[in-house]
């Protein structure tokens, strides 16, 4: 997807500067760091023409009703926010103060803020907007939600959520960074709708943003909501500078391509590297549209292979070895993205110090075997044209194993244990990692795997995965890209561990041990220590391969249309806080 608005849970800083884990509430007001990466001086004026990929056939992003329409978080705002150069750290947004104990937490509202209705936000909104998610929206809401034990207003301005007695501090900061980045939506509006069944209906939000119209399946129009309340606040100059936004919806990511190239909108999000270095940079392409690449040093993706444990065909430990030694991930970064990508091993990766991938024997593959492939375009120079010595002597080793462990060939294909062929299919969204698909299919056909690759829209992959319906895919969850291991391990366990080992079918009994002793830890070396193992654990299962991370963003305008400042290498590419001309 090119046009990306991330809903990223995370909540750091403290009046008190309580460093349990690093997860602080700051109570204070934020000191306009965002200065350095919007155009302050930005007029608000122009329509801002963007694009994604996939379909939709309703408005509301918060049930698990039909297809919705994945790009309105413009419209809608939580109790807190993040701050733009500082990763994980939020601040009050919609309310002003939060206090908290071991039962309760107290969320204390601003009483400026409206509705796209006109309609003054208070406690009863966010009262109903947690009772109806906590029963009708996604699954995602109601797991957080489900731990509420009582909601209490005590004023307009003033709510208090209750909940059972949680062991530690850090454990209701944490149940605080993820109660505060609910979109809050508006009880006189919910009153009335039936949920689930809302369709079309615009959900009225408190968003710089609101819907003007709406195409199923192919576009919606956003206008500026020209009383939204943090225009006049000091944090929020300098962003949300267009008055129109139109966000149109293709079906694959070529198409969507080969309209910017035809000026159909404004700006273009290029996911790969190698297309980047090569494609766009000649002479005729560069008089055509402006390019800029930034270095993030904000929390991103790792590529992954995920295998479904709970298929019939992958509960065999052995086979998921076998496939997995087969799959290096320097060799592919190598051949399909220039060395551009960020090596990581397991999930937990970012606590390791990664080391440079050895020196290739570029002579060892056989010409004749690699041409095969049937997938690398004929320009690539020799280099490249070669495999790693370790590829095929893993490919060897892979099939010893299989057979060593009750596995047979008959005519070359992989037979199991019952004389049944190994068949698998890779699931994919991503068509920039089609070719690495294909690799992978040529490397399990190597050990009599047969394998076919499904390349779908965003909409049946997602829905794929929530069904846990595949056997393999890639996958992607979010990296923390520091060094500080008491600040980062609460926001793997909540997010990357859980969502990983739930979509490749390993059992939750196995990793709670270790995130009962994480907590139970604060020190340096106990938490390094305990995340070792945690994370052997989960390669022990032969269930996940971590490929790499791309942690740059390359994006392309029409240089006549958008303008960017000078760009904060801290900060993330915010189309919105960038403007036209002025």
Same mark, same amino acid.
């Given at each position: 997807?090119?046009?990306?608005?991330?809903?990223?849970?995370?909540?750091?800083?403290?009046?008190?500067?309580?460093?349990?884990?690093?997860?602080?509430?700051?109570?204070?007001?934020?000191?306009?760091?965002?200065?350095?990466?919007?155009?302050?001086?930005?007029?608000?004026?122009?329509?801002?023409?963007?694009?994604?990929?996939?379909?939709?056939?309703?408005?509301?992003?918060?049930?698990?009703?039909?297809?919705?329409?994945?790009?309105?978080?413009?419209?809608?705002?939580?109790?807190?926010?993040?701050?733009?150069?500082?990763?994980?750290?939020?601040?009050?947004?919609?309310?002003?103060?939060?206090?908290?104990?071991?039962?309760?937490?107290?969320?204390?509202?601003?009483?400026?803020?409206?509705?796209?209705?006109?309609?003054?936000?208070?406690?009863?909104?966010?009262?109903?907007?947690?009772?109806?998610?906590?029963?009708?929206?996604?699954?995602?809401?109601?797991?957080?939600?489900?731990?509420?034990?009582?909601?209490?207003?005590?004023?307009?301005?003033?709510?208090?959520?209750?909940?059972?007695?949680?062991?530690?501090?850090?454990?209701?900061?944490?149940?605080?960074?993820?109660?505060?980045? +609910?979109?809050? =939506?508006?009880?006189?509006?919910?009153?009335?709708?039936? %949920?689930?069944?809302?369709? #079309?209906? *615009?959900? &009225? /939000?408190?968003?710089?943003?609101?819907?003007?119209?709406?195409?199923?399946?192919?576009?919606?129009?956003?206008?500026?909501?020209?009383?939204?309340?943090?225009?006049?606040?000091?944090?929020?100059?300098?962003?949300?500078?267009?008055?129109?936004?139109?966000?149109?919806?293709?079906?694959?990511?070529?198409?969507?391509?080969?309209?910017?190239?035809?000026?159909?909108?404004?700006?273009?999000?290029?996911?790969?590297?190698?297309?980047?270095?090569?494609?766009?940079?000649?002479?005729?392409?560069?008089?055509?549209?402006?390019?800029?690449?930034?270095?993030?040093?904000?929390?991103?993706?790792?590529?992954?292979?995920?295998?479904?444990?709970?298929?019939?065909?992958?509960?065999?430990?052995?086979?998921?070895?076998? +496939?997995?030694? =087969?799959?290096?991930?320097?060799?592919?970064?190598?051949? %399909?993205?220039?060395?551009? #990508?960020? *090596?990581? &091993? /397991?999930?937990?990766?970012?606590?390791?110090?990664?080391?440079?991938?050895?020196?290739?024997?570029?002579?060892?593959?056989?010409?004749?075997?690699?041409?095969?492939?049937?997938?690398?375009?004929?320009?690539?120079?020799?280099?490249?044209?070669?495999?790693?010595?370790?590829?095929?002597?893993?490919?060897?080793?892979?099939?010893?194993?299989?057979?060593?462990?009750?596995?047979?060939?008959?005519?070359?294909?992989?037979?199991?244990?019952?004389?049944?062929?190994?068949?698998?299919?890779?699931?994919?969204?991503?068509?920039?990692?089609?070719?690495?698909?294909?690799?992978?299919?040529?490397?399990?056909?190597?050990?009599?795997?047969?394998?076919?690759?499904?390349?779908?829209?965003?909409?049946?992959?997602?829905?794929?995965?929530?069904?846990?319906?595949?056997?393999?895919?890639?996958?992607?969850?979010?990296?923390?890209?520091?060094?500080?291991?008491?600040?980062?391990?609460?926001?793997?366990?909540?997010?990357?561990?859980?969502?990983?080992?739930?979509?490749?079918?390993?059992?939750?009994?196995?990793?709670?041990?270790?995130?009962?002793?994480?907590?139970?830890?604060?020190?340096?070396?106990?938490?390094?220590?305990?995340?070792?193992?945690?994370?052997?654990?989960?390669?022990?299962?032969?269930?996940?391969?971590?490929?790499?991370?791309?942690?740059?963003?390359?994006?392309?305008?029409?240089?006549?249309?958008?303008?960017?400042?000078?760009?904060?290498?801290?900060?993330?590419?915010?189309?919105?806080?960038?403007?036209?001309?002025?």
């Amino acid at each position: 997807m090119y046009f990306v608005l991330k809903f990223i849970i995370f909540v750091s800083w403290s009046n008190a500067c309580l460093y349990a884990n690093e997860i602080c509430i700051n109570n204070n007001k934020p000191l306009h760091l965002h200065r350095k990466i919007v155009n302050i001086n930005a007029p608000k004026v122009g329509t801002l023409r963007l694009a994604g990929v996939g379909s939709f056939d309703n408005l509301n992003m918060f049930s698990t009703t039909g297809i919705p329409f994945p790009y309105l978080w413009m419209c809608y705002e939580t109790l807190m926010i993040e701050s733009s150069l500082e990763p994980g750290v939020l601040y009050p947004w919609l309310c002003s103060k939060v206090t908290y104990n071991l039962k309760s937490i107290t969320f204390h509202l601003k009483k400026d803020i409206l509705f796209h209705s006109e309609k003054k936000m208070d406690a009863k909104d966010i009262k109903k907007t947690f009772e109806v998610l906590k029963k009708y929206g996604s699954l995602k809401y109601q797991s957080i939600l489900n731990n509420i034990s009582s909601i209490e207003i005590k004023s307009p301005y003033e709510i208090v959520i209750s909940f059972s007695a949680l062991e530690s501090v850090r454990l209701v900061k944490l149940f605080i960074r993820q109660l505060s980045q +609910i979109p809050i =939506l508006s009880k006189r509006q919910l009153d009335k709708l039936n %949920f689930m069944n809302s369709g #079309m209906t *615009v959900l &009225d /939000g408190t968003g710089p943003y609101k819907v003007k119209n709406a195409l199923v399946g192919k576009s919606v129009e956003l206008e500026k909501y020209l009383h939204y309340w943090a225009e006049k606040n000091e944090d929020g100059r300098g962003k949300n500078n267009f008055l129109k936004i139109i966000i149109d919806l293709y079906k694959n990511q070529d198409v969507c391509y080969q309209s910017f190239l035809a000026k159909k909108f404004d700006v273009f999000f290029e996911t790969n590297p190698k297309r980047w270095k090569k494609n766009y940079n000649s002479s005729s392409r560069k008089n055509q549209f402006a390019m800029a690449e930034l270095q993030l040093k904000k929390p991103w993706a790792v590529r992954s292979v995920v295998l479904n444990m709970r298929k019939k065909s992958l509960q065999d430990q052995n086979l998921r070895k076998a +496939i997995l030694m =087969l799959i290096e991930p320097e060799y592919i970064n190598k051949l %399909f993205f220039d060395n551009d #990508m960020k *090596v990581v &091993d /397991g999930i937990i990766s970012v606590f390791k110090k990664q080391t440079q991938p050895e020196d290739l024997d570029l002579q060892y593959f056989q010409h004749s075997e690699f041409d095969s492939l049937k997938l690398v375009d004929s320009s690539l120079n020799q280099e490249h044209k070669l495999l790693w010595k370790s590829i095929v002597s893993k490919i060897n080793v892979s099939k010893k194993y299989l057979l060593k462990h009750g596995y047979s060939f008959q005519n070359k294909i992989l037979h199991d244990k019952n004389m049944q062929p190994v068949h698998l299919s890779l699931m994919l969204k991503d068509s920039n990692l089609l070719k690495v698909a294909h690799f992978l299919k040529f490397l399990l056909q190597k050990i009599g795997i047969m394998l076919d690759i499904a390349l779908y829209d965003s909409i049946v992959y997602e829905s794929a995965v929530n069904k846990l319906d595949f056997d393999l895919l890639f996958y992607s969850w979010l990296q923390i890209d520091t060094v500080d291991l008491k600040k980062s391990f609460e926001i793997f366990k909540s997010i990357n561990v859980r969502s990983a080992v739930n979509i490749a079918g390993i059992s939750d009994v196995m990793i709670d041990e270790y995130v009962d002793q994480l907590y139970a830890h604060s020190e340096g070396v106990e938490v390094e220590k305990i995340l070792d193992h945690l994370s052997q654990k989960i390669k022990d299962t032969c269930a996940i391969k971590t490929l790499f991370s791309d942690n740059k963003v390359r994006i392309m305008y029409w240089p006549d249309l958008v303008s960017f400042p000078r760009l904060h290498p801290a900060a993330d590419m915010n189309i919105m806080s960038r403007g036209w001309h002025s």
